[in-house]
């Protein structure tokens, strides 16, 4: 019984948030669904970066070619969005798969930059592949009367979209996180080469969180891209996807579910917030927040107070002493 | 065939510059075995300074480079010591972090207070060029790659000849086995980027000679070149970023003949990633992840 | 008209001409040796001998340059660690690798989740892990921190994360190493239990009291190739082997 009662709450919150539609303004209802769409990127980051452990800095290609597959498919051939929404899934996962194998060898730093470099060839062969992509043009969704596939989803509609995206993220994650694969994650995290001795086959491991991650990303970008109807290569390909997924999730916690879910929920508000009341102060807080929270939280602010709890020390100077030279 | 020359001419002395860029990057990451996604805003802090000192007090941007090159020295050491020692034991990521956080507040402080407008140091002789066959090759840059050339081979000395350039050998390698001797880690690995900061000040002035800077853009751009040139030439290998910025220089600059538009950053991140699949120490130098200072 | 007779049962382990070279240094040469079921074979050699890379070629950590590794007859050469696991071939290491962020119990729970015959649920294999725990000894500790335990105890740990993964196979190096008396006693035992419980053991050993005690034949390695092979009383006074361990110059200063 110890056991359900997170799923309870879960649900619980779900259906709150369901509800917590109807009372709330459209502003308000637009900076949810923000906060929605960064809930689903930092779970999807967790699970190849804070589980796994290859910390890939180049998500943001799988939701720029969710984004773009769903985009080419509604524009050029008037499919319907949830048809090629599917789609758009199939290809990240491939993409994932293909990149994932020869990359997944390498670890560490190296790993890091070759996806981030992966991220940005996927835009540079998005931008020139014009006749089809629109290139640096961009692209529109046709989205009124008889020429748009579907019908737009509208405020509310978008808003409860990303709500059943993040909910799945979040399931995903805790399932995954309970079962014996989450395990071998963990394992390939800790100790590759003991993972391996003990029956893990660790190549599929990794490229299967590749693949899990890159699905739930590339089905991000393309209700972004739905939502957003018209966008160029730059504004899917943004580096800034990767590095405020990957802020969530350490600040957060990696390694946990509760974790990126902390971590995105308080992020994004903090960066409206900060949008909206510092002008052009706004980067710079950010970034001076970004440097205060991996000082004195460097497990994340999650995995803070589940350690702070279980030895009653809750100090935060020792905490800052943790990795220090 | 003379535009291929000519663009093969200026893709080599460019490729000098952009070298300057990267050897300071890559010696931190080689030692330390930290990336510093701030090393771009720190080159054009030194931009910034050289500017300055230009415009208030009409100094050649040849001869600030001791001054920029000291200040910045001071700057990183600061850094290290009190900021990133903080998390030099934790996992990668925690280090990528912080450094791109501090990259956004040192580009935001620039920027607020020079305003994002593009600037450049204005010499007599900059643009001037000397012609040999039909190549065309301004003074400048000329200037900027010989400079390169020769710092690089200035740390290179300092790092195989003083006791100092041993020491920080020493702790790249083996930090415990180094602590155990004596050496005083904190501070070799405060010295090391600080030296990163100068050489970043010092690429930031030449870069400001020989063309625009601005706080929003070019803190990116040389931080991702500095990226790709360290990996093509060998973490920590000093000469391995020379030969890696010359080999980007020209490349860059044939590709831009060659190849329309954006096509030429696209083979850049191939190369990038097969050379890291193939290659990992390297195309040209040889170092190993985290480890020495090879010369 | 006779009938002919049933073929032998394929020791558990053959290795054949077994060979690998780093550049131009062969860590192990042409080493060829047997096991038979619920056997203990006990390799010895001086230090850089190339006892542990043998282990590493064995169970996939490396691949062989040329030679070939048999389990039950089938050939392994090259296969990935964890094809080698599922084949119930188990093995520790000698500089032992815990899950650090996992506790005492999960890191055995994982060799029973992914091992061959793997438990299907997680709760399955934490009560197999518990058994293992029980059988090697450091029940008490099952839900500390790997960090917590002191050498001996992280030695069990090692043995019990390759136990979970129910081996018929179990490969074992340098795990008396820094061991108290007592514990090495206790460890013996231990062995011996494993054994009557149907485990072939290979045991890469330095503590030449634990050899005897628990080999059935002693293998020496020396530069990478089999010195000589045969029961431990006899290999250990062997001439050769002394003078591996100690030296010529030793052996001359011993015969003036």
Request: net charge positive.
């Amino acid at each position: 019984m110890a056991n359900s009662w997170p799923t309870l709450a879960g649900i619980a919150v779900f259906l709150a948030m369901l509800g917590l539609q109807q009372l709330i303004e459209p502003g308000t209802q637009r900076l949810l669904t923000a906060v929605f769409l960064f809930v689903a990127l930092a779970q999807a980051w967790n699970i190849i970066g804070g589980y796994t452990g290859y910390a890939s800095f180049g998500q943001v290609a799988f939701f720029g070619l969710g984004a773009y597959t769903v985009a080419v498919l509604m524009n050029n051939y008037h499919v319907s969005f949830w048809a090629a929404m599917p789609v758009a899934i199939v290809i990240g996962v491939a993409f994932a798969v293909g990149i994932g194998v020869p990359l997944l060898r390498l670890r560490g730093h190296y790993f890091a930059i070759a996806t981030l470099g992966a991220a940005e060839g996927a835009r540079e062969v998005i931008n020139n592949m014009t006749p089809v992509t629109g290139g640096g043009g961009g692209i529109t969704i046709p989205t009124f009367g008889d020429q748009a596939p579907t019908a737009y989803l509208g405020k509310p509609g978008f808003y409860i979209a990303f709500l059943v995206v993040a909910a799945a993220s979040v399931a995903i994650a805790a399932v995954l996180a309970r079962s014996r694969f989450g395990y071998a994650m963990v394992a390939v995290n800790q100790d590759e080469d003991a993972a391996a001795s003990v029956g893990i086959n660790t190549t599929l491991v990794k490229v299967i969180a590749f693949g899990v991650s890159a699905a739930i990303v590339a089905c991000a970008g393309a209700f972004y891209a739905f939502q957003q109807i018209a966008f160029y290569p730059t504004d899917v390909f943004d580096t800034s996807f990767t590095v405020l997924m990957v802020i969530m999730v350490v600040i957060g916690g990696s390694g946990t579910v509760l974790g990126p879910l902390v971590g995105a929920v308080g992020l994004e508000l903090l960066a409206q917030y900060l949008r909206v009341n510092l002008g052009i102060y706004n980067q710079l807080i950010f970034g001076a927040i970004i440097v205060l929270v991996v000082i004195f939280f460097p497990q994340g602010v999650v995995n803070f107070f589940r350690d702070a709890w279980r030895s009653r020390n809750f100090s935060i100077l020792d905490n800052v002493r943790r990795y220090r030279l | 065939m003379s535009q291929f020359l000519q663009a093969a001419a200026y893709g080599f002395v460019q490729g000098g510059l952009l070298a300057l860029v990267a050897v300071g990057f890559s010696l931190v990451w080689g030692i330390m075995n930290v990336i510093n996604l701030s090393h771009g805003a720190l080159a054009v802090t030194g931009a910034y300074l050289a500017w300055l000192l230009n415009t208030h007090f009409g100094i050649d941007p040849f001869l600030s480079i001791p001054i920029v090159a000291a200040c910045m020295f001071v700057l990183g050491y600061v850094i290290q010591r009190g900021l990133i020692n903080l998390v030099i034991n934790a996992p990668i990521f925690l280090t990528l972090l912080l450094t791109f956080g501090l990259g956004l507040v040192i580009l935001n402080t620039l920027q607020l207070v020079f305003t994002a407008d593009d600037r450049s140091i204005e010499t007599s002789y900059a643009s001037q060029s000397f012609v040999i066959w039909t190549v065309n090759i301004p003074y400048g840059r000329l200037g900027a790659c010989a400079l390169a050339v020769a710092i690089t081979v200035l740390l290179a000395l300092v790092m195989t000849r003083t006791r100092l350039g041993r020491a920080i050998g020493a702790t790249g390698m083996d930090r415990g086995a180094a602590r155990l001797m004596g050496i005083r880690a904190r501070h070799i690995y405060a010295v090391t980027f600080g030296i990163s900061a100068a050489l970043a000040g010092i690429a930031g002035t030449m870069i400001a000679t020989v063309g625009t800077f601005n706080p929003t853009s070019t803190p990116s751009q040389l931080t991702l070149d500095a990226f790709v040139i360290s990996v093509l030439g060998g973490l920590g290998n000093m000469y391995g970023a020379l030969a890696g910025g010359l080999v980007l220089g020209v490349a860059e600059s044939i590709g831009g003949l060659v190849l329309t538009g954006t096509w030429v950053n696209a083979i850049a991140m191939a190369v990038l990633i097969l050379t890291l699949i193939i290659r990992p120490s390297g195309l040209i130098g040889k170092a190993q992840y985290g480890g020495r200072v090879e010369v | 008209m006779i009938a002919p007779q049933p073929a032998a049962a394929d020791p558990i382990l053959q290795v054949r001409k077994l060979s690998k070279r780093f550049g131009g240094l062969w860590a192990v040469r042409d080493v060829s040796f047997e096991v038979a079921e619920g056997q203990i074979l006990g390799i010895i050699g001086p230090n850089g001998a190339g006892k542990s890379t043998l282990i590493n070629l064995i169970t996939g950590h490396l691949r062989p340059t040329s030679g070939q590794v048999l389990i039950d007859g089938d050939d392994v050469t090259g296969s990935r660690p964890w094809v080698i696991a599922h084949d119930r071939v188990a093995r520790t290491f000698q500089i032992v690798k815990p899950f650090r962020g996992l506790t005492v119990r999960e890191n055995v729970a994982i060799g029973a989740m992914h091992g061959s015959e793997r438990d299907r649920s997680v709760r399955d294999a934490l009560a197999t892990a518990d058994r293992v725990l029980d059988l090697v000894g450091i029940a008490q500790h099952a839900g500390a921190a790997p960090s917590q335990l002191s050498v001996a105890d992280a030695r069990r740990l090692e043995l019990a994360k390759a136990l979970a993964c129910r081996p018929r196979l179990l490969l074992i190096d340098e795990v008396m190493a820094g061991l108290r008396q007592k514990e090495i006693e206790a460890a013996v035992e231990l062995i011996h239990k494993l054994r009557d419980g149907g485990i072939s053991i290979v045991a890469v050993e330095h503590v030449m009291k634990a050899v005897v005690a628990i080999s059935d034949r002693v293998l020496v390695l020396h530069h990478g190739s089999v010195l000589t092979e045969g029961p431990p009383q006899e290999v250990l006074a062997d001439q050769r082997v002394i003078e591996a361990y100690l030296g010529r110059r030793y052996m001359k200063r011993r015969s003036t």
